[in-house]
């Protein structure tokens, strides 16, 4: 008899030969530039459930555009596998046709000139009107938001994420869960949470003092659709308190916590759950892991890490959905539910060019009027790009923007090395254009953006490099905490991944003297988005503006500072 695992590959494979998924349609129409609403939102309707996904929206509510990375490295059993394929090899994986939109959306060369082509993606009124075709063609669809959501804008920032709740909440959700959104403080996340008119979910929010779960968020919430029981379980973002200021959330401990995962698995099944989806925001590897190590969850929905995968990926008998960042997509999954179990899957990575879609005309409105109070700061142009330099953040080890991030900070702070965080949010600014405040805010919002400025021993240096390389390049997901390298400038290095903690990073040389540095002597070091309370410095948007005005046409030479061994 055929196992129930044989069915879901063999639901896969006829995905991927008969392009279920939509990927590989599109992917040629694309390429004769025939895109069309109706082709992007075609979809075979199947079994008897539908879920639609997006996640990582940070706050991007207008088109953008948004390169995605050239190195995104795996380590481990995970070396060489998605989502850490990009480029050509992404391409040839996924047999995408070099000049199509699926090239522009879902890989990184070419960016600036397929862009002109193809123009921007996102904007949350074109999402609605993806989520309103789904769900007029199938009416109890789950809209399930992945977190990342109210964080990364400007006018996120100076309403406190309510411009993004108010445009969210016409799309109407039915769950969510978090990671960014913690950065708002707790009592403002309490707020929020209180009034939203769908489930605040995750399991792994504990109360800190108690260790026990939080009661502001539940761990799982049950749906009907499609004569199916269906339970989500939400996953917050683990490491909160790692990766992010403890102290703006000190009632709340997070964790990865799989075992009581399983419990609510367990739990959930045991109250008659047919389908469960857990909505995460683990990171993809993170998310792998947990699926061997919990048995019951029919779907992840990954966050977090920002991948975007034309086809979901087997991982026992669960799929894994990543549904990409910044609103450039939305996952659609329709599932076979039969007898209590998932049978089969049909899925659609769904591509929002935002020349091709409609915006809905009652989320438009909505989001002008939500920056209409800020339009004056938010149009304001500090700068341009030269027709050479793309602006752009993503990637392993550097990004355009972090390097101009990091020139400012060793210019307007008099200092000999910067670093910037390795965070994954913020969109691209193509070559030859204008740089507008909302630009640079897109870069640099947060609630916690002081510039410091402090001296550092070499030594200490060194040990930052190394606990970052850690968080990046440990074998165990679990033990990967952090988002890319941090970013640095003044400073060139060696790093070989494949090392472990301690002697990954080698070869550190201050570039301005090409002399080694030395464990022993202190160099004066300039940063942002330090975890530690009472951080004094200027906020990151006015020491980077300040730069961009003094330049008025930006160029950022490659970065050839860094040389990676192991990859």
């Not at 109407?172 to 869960?177: E, R």
């Not at 403890?246 to 008659?272: A, H, K, L, T």
Request: hydrophobic share 40%; proline share 5%.
């Amino acid at each position: 008899m055929i196992s129930r695992r044989d069915f879901l590959q063999a639901s896969m494979a006829a995905s991927a030969i008969v392009g279920a998924s939509g990927f590989g349609n599109w992917g040629k129409l694309s390429a004769q530039q025939a895109l069309t609403q109706s082709d992007l939102l075609q979809f075979d309707t199947f079994g008897n459930v539908s879920l639609i996904h997006i996640t990582d929206i940070h706050a991007q509510l207008k088109p953008i555009w948004f390169r995605e990375p050239q190195i995104n490295l795996g380590v481990g059993s995970n070396n060489g596998q998605v989502p850490h394929v990009t480029g050509a090899d992404f391409r040839r994986l996924y047999g995408i046709d070099d000049g199509s939109a699926s090239h522009y959306a879902l890989s990184y060369d070419d960016f600036s000139a397929l862009g002109q082509a193809y123009g921007k993606m996102g904007g949350m009124d074109r999402v609605a009107t993806v989520v309103n075709s789904i769900r007029s063609d199938r009416p109890d669809a789950l809209l399930l938001d992945g977190g990342d959501t109210w964080h990364g804008s400007y006018t996120c920032h100076k309403t406190q994420g309510q411009d993004v709740v108010n445009v969210m909440n016409l799309l109407k959700p039915d769950a969510m869960t978090f990671h960014w959104e913690f950065t708002l403080g707790s009592d403002r996340v309490r707020d929020i949470v209180g009034d939203l008119p769908f489930a605040a979910l995750g399991q792994n929010i504990f109360d800190a003092e108690w260790d026990e779960p939080a009661e502001d968020f539940a761990p799982y919430k049950f749906y009907e659709s499609g004569g199916v029981k269906i339970a989500v379980i939400g996953q917050a973002f683990p490491y909160m308190p790692i990766a992010n200021p403890g102290w703006m959330f000190p009632e709340y401990s997070f964790g990865i916590r799989d075992q009581r995962m399983q419990e609510m698995v367990d739990e959930v099944r045991g109250q008659g759950a047919e389908l469960v989806v857990c909505l995460s925001h683990n990171g993809f590897d993170v998310d792998k892991k947990m699926a061997e190590r919990v048995t019951g969850i029919d779907v992840i929905l990954a966050g977090h890490t920002h991948d975007a995968l034309p086809e979901p990926v087997l991982i026992g008998e669960t799929i894994v959905v990543a549904s990409g960042s910044n609103g450039k997509f939305v996952s659609r999954v329709d599932l076979d539910v039969r007898d209590g179990r998932m049978m089969g899957f049909r899925h659609k990575l769904i591509p929002i060019f935002a020349d091709v879609i409609e915006p809905d005309a009652e989320v438009a409105a909505a989001i002008d009027a939500e920056r209409a109070p800020f339009l004056d700061d938010l149009t304001e142009v500090i700068g341009k790009t030269a027709d050479d330099t793309l602006l752009y953040r993503r990637g392993n080890f550097n990004g355009s923007w972090d390097d101009l991030i990091c020139e400012a900070l060793i210019q307007e702070r008099e200092a000999d090395i910067s670093m910037s965080p390795g965070v994954r949010w913020g969109p691209s600014i193509m070559p030859g254009q204008d740089i507008t405040r909302e630009d640079l805010w897109n870069v640099t919002s947060m609630s916690y953006p002081n510039a410091y400025r402090t001296e550092m021993t070499g030594e200490f240096i060194h040990t930052i490099m190394e606990d970052v390389a850690d968080n990046l390049f440990n074998t165990d997901p679990y033990y990967q905490q952090g988002g890319d390298m941090v970013r640095v400038g003044g400073m060139g290095y060696r790093i070989d991944i494949n090392k472990p903690i301690g002697e990954r990073v080698t070869e550190m040389t201050l570039l301005k003297t090409g002399e080694a540095i030395d464990p022993s002597k202190s160099y004066v070091v300039a940063g942002w988005a330090s975890v530690n309370e009472g951080t004094e410095g200027p906020p990151i948007w006015d020491v980077v503006e300040s730069h961009i005005r003094n330049l008025g046409t930006v160029s950022v030479k490659p970065n050839t500072s860094v040389q990676v061994v192991g990859a």
